[in-house]
């Protein structure tokens, strides 16, 4: 090898503008608005795994045989490269026709144009089985955007089996607040010689700190797309959260690690946990993996704050490109795939309980155990009167990773609560753009 | 010896018709081994529109407002001013410097320890090189770095290790203020492509200068100091360049081993990172591919400082 100052300046030249020459080159499935036999095929996108792909393609399956001459040609993958991949396609000028989208991605494109409004094509997807608060969740003023793939919450599971053990009374999931969670966790915890910790949850995430805002009687977003949360109410959040922790109820500093994965790798699986925070259309999983003896209570502080804080969620709704080709083909597999039963019976609860309450209530029968208690709970709550929630304002992305940033901060006692909240309303404020 | 590179071997006088003995003229028709040859490199061609374009779009993309799904709005040099006032642009930066200048020179001087190691003359040297190359191919995988988020995890393998000794060992990869640190040691451990270049540079030294060395009473050290740091400082020179660019442009290490979130805390926020979230989680499209160009610039201008500072310090054997 003989380097000469030549070849060295060439050399480093080259590696040089490869640097700025990096290229984005993930491979994308194109729209499929080709028609086979004079019949339309609709380009359909989600996320998710294999189990979730085998009952949607089952669900699907049934829709073809009910309307011949539509082909539906589905992509999905996993959350994040999805996220990527649908800004990618709307950028290229090709959307697909249905989507999954996201609620902390819906206002980037609702206010942009680009989904269709659902609210002029009524007569199309029927809506008259969804309750209000359903109805809501992807309001925009008078316009909405999306329709629940299908509806859950979060609700606090707690594992019997280490009640029993350490001879701990769970309290009462209806009427329990968040100072008998306190005092539950440090019982667990001390009757285990902290080996088990009684409780644990990311304060950073937002459906979490959401619940206890509202509770306070704040909205977190407003129906203006502002930050209602206010100072007093983040401080006291995370005072509580390391009130717990320093009473060795709540994990350590550092406990909780990025790892994501499901139910299998969580604190609750290992029984390193009694008790956490779940999204309630995983409760099968959760039990499943940590033993099928798990309790699903409420939130705590439902009854002894100033008002109730859980509200009808969905892990995502559907949207239509407001760009679709094939609107009317678009509109007619979106309301199977909220009103038909035979849509929901194919998917189960994978992405939730039937957002249609006539469907949900019709399905429920054949769901599994589990899946059933998780429905019951959640059919339960609509019947409530909730405070109604509002959409995710856009730059609701740059606020989660603010929070989450904060919320270490305080974990490890690098910024008081104070400060912390401070530095969150300030960052929060610039990211909504005022 | 030198060949004149202008000149081709094939260039011969023409046969048919051309005066003989006057001044040699280029045919006019490429010959067609030249053909041959750009038909090979088309698919290289092909593959560069792919790369040339976004280039120069991107660079457009940078002066306007664009937000994936309208079309982009020209503010001019608002980007730019943007990024001045942006804090965690600068936690951005300052994360992507100290990962830098940490973790290049050490990885520098690991994979030339190593090297002369190896250049003793080990038996089974193809072995070892292999072994030792391993990480810089496995370093920058999403599965490597899991496993050692594993490792370095509050109950990993550091930890228990520590803690035979009664160290009560911190969360390595969610401590702020260890994060970074746990990413620079395992950049470090991938020294296995400098290595092997330093390990040929290495060769390339004639044994003479040593012996000569060593019958004048030069120490080790002062053989090091004299003879291979100099005749290898090309390569140094060479390596250093290489290792500035690809660790300005760190990105799944950081990604990876927070989740996408740069976290805890910001301490692992790459500037590459930064710009990812900008472009795709906040379609700020248009501030990303700002960033994106003033990542050139600071390259570019690192690496021209590296050449002037290189007059001082690299010796050319020819």
Redesign the interface.
């Known amino acids: ?5 030549r070849n ?2 060439k ?2 030249a080259l ?2 503008l ?8 993930r491979g994308f499935g194109g729209g499929g608005d080709g028609s086979e036999g004079g019949g339309v095929q609709l380009n359909m996108v989600w996320w998710g795994d294999a189990s979730r792909a085998q009952k949607t393609q089952a669900a699907l399956d049934i829709f073809q045989k009910k309307n011949p001459g539509v082909t539906v040609k589905t992509e999905y993958q996993d959350s ?1 490269p999805y ?2 991949k649908l ?2 396609r ?2 290229a000028g090709d959307p697909p026709d249905l989507m999954m989208m996201r609620m902390d991605s819906l206002r ?2 609702a206010d ?3 989904l269709l409004d659902l609210n002029r094509h009524t007569g199309a997807v029927g809506v008259s089985g969804l309750s209000e608060s359903v109805k809501s969740l992807a309001a925009v003023g008078d316009k909405n955007y999306g329709i629940a793939s299908g509806l859950n919450t979060i609700g606090f599971v707690v594992n019997r089996t280490l009640t029993e053990k350490y001879g701990v009374k769970i309290p009462d999931g209806n009427t329990w607040g968040w100072k008998d969670l306190a005092t539950f966790a440090r019982e667990i915890s001390e009757a285990s010689g902290k080996k088990v910790y009684g409780t644990g949850f990311e304060p950073a995430t937002l459906a979490n700190i959401i619940v206890y805002t509202r509770q306070r009687g704040e909205d977190f977003y407003t129906s203006d797309g502002r930050l209602g949360i206010s100072e007093a109410t983040i401080v006291a959040w995370f005072e509580m959260v390391e009130a717990m922790r320093k009473e060795g109820g709540f994990p350590p ?8 994965g499901g139910a299998e790798q969580s604190y609750l699986a290992k029984g390193t946990l009694a008790s956490q925070i779940i999204p309630t259309n995983n409760f099968l999983s959760y039990n499943a993996a940590a033993g099928g003896n798990l309790a699903l209570l409420r939130m705590p502080g439902e009854t002894t704050e100033k008002r109730r804080g859980q509200s009808i969620d969905t892990p995502a709704l559907w949207s239509i490109a407001a760009q679709s080709k094939h609107q009317a083909e678009a509109l007619k597999l979106l309301d199977f795939l909220i009103n038909d039963p035979d849509a929901s019976k194919a998917t189960g609860t994978t992405r939730g309980v039937p957002a249609n309450a006539e469907v949900a209530a019709e399905v429920k029968p054949s769901l599994p155990h589990d899946d059933q208690v998780a429905t019951d709970y959640l059919i339960a709550l609509q019947k409530e009167d909730l405070p109604r929630a509002y959409t995710y304002p ?2 609701s ?2 606020i989660a ?1 603010s929070l ?3 919320a ?2 305080v974990e ?1 006692g ?1 910024q008081t609560p104070q400060q912390a909240a401070r530095a969150f309303l300030d960052a929060g404020r610039k990211a909504l753009g005022g | 010896m030198s060949r004149p590179i202008d000149t081709p071997v094939l260039d011969r006088p023409a046969a048919n018709g051309a005066p003989a003995g006057g001044p040699r003229r280029r045919r006019p028709a490429r010959p067609p081994q030249d053909r041959a040859g750009y038909l090979f490199l088309l698919p290289w061609f092909i593959g560069m529109l792919f790369t040339v374009i976004p280039f120069f779009a991107s660079l457009y993309l940078a002066f306007t407002d664009y937000n994936l799904l309208n079309p982009p709005t020209w503010i001019g040099l608002d980007n730019f001013a943007e990024m001045l006032r942006d804090p965690l642009l600068h936690q951005s930066l300052k994360v992507t410097f100290i990962y830098t200048f940490v973790s290049v020179p050490l990885s520098l001087a690991a994979a030339l320890g190593v090297a002369m190691l190896l250049n003793r003359g080990v038996r089974g040297l193809p072995v070892y090189r292999a072994v030792f190359y391993l990480p810089s191919l496995l370093g920058g995988s999403v599965a490597i770095v899991l496993l050692w988020r594993y490792i370095f995890g509050l109950d990993g393998i550091v930890n228990a290790f520590l803690g035979w000794f009664g160290i009560d060992g911190p969360g390595w990869t969610t401590d702020p203020d260890y994060a970074l640190t746990t990413l620079i040691v395992l950049h470090i451990w991938t020294f296995g492509s400098p290595m092997v270049i330093f390990l040929a540079g290495l060769r390339q030294i004639p044994g003479m200068y040593y012996e000569a060395a060593a019958i004048d009473g030069a120490s080790r050290w002062r053989q090091f100091r004299s003879i291979t740091l100099p005749l290898l400082s090309p390569i140094i020179f060479f390596n250093l360049i290489q290792s500035l660019i690809s660790s300005f442009q760190t990105f799944t290490q950081g990604f990876v081993m927070s989740g996408g979130t740069g976290g805890p805390a910001g301490s692992t926020l790459f500037y590459n990172l930064y710009l990812y979230q900008q472009g795709f989680s906040q379609f700020h499209m248009g501030y990303a591919s700002a960033m994106a160009w003033m990542l050139l610039v600071i390259i570019a201008a690192f690496t021209a400082i590296n050449f002037l500072a290189a007059k001082y310090w690299v010796f050319y054997d020819n």
């Open positions: 090898m003989v380097l000469s100052r060295l300046v050399l480093a590696t040089g490869g640097a700025g020459l990096t290229a984005c080159g994040g996220k990527d800004a990618t709307f950028a980037e494109y942009r144009g680009a500093a550092g406990f909780f690690e990025n790892i994501g856009p730059g992305s740059a990773s989450e940033s904060i270490t901060e490890f690098r």
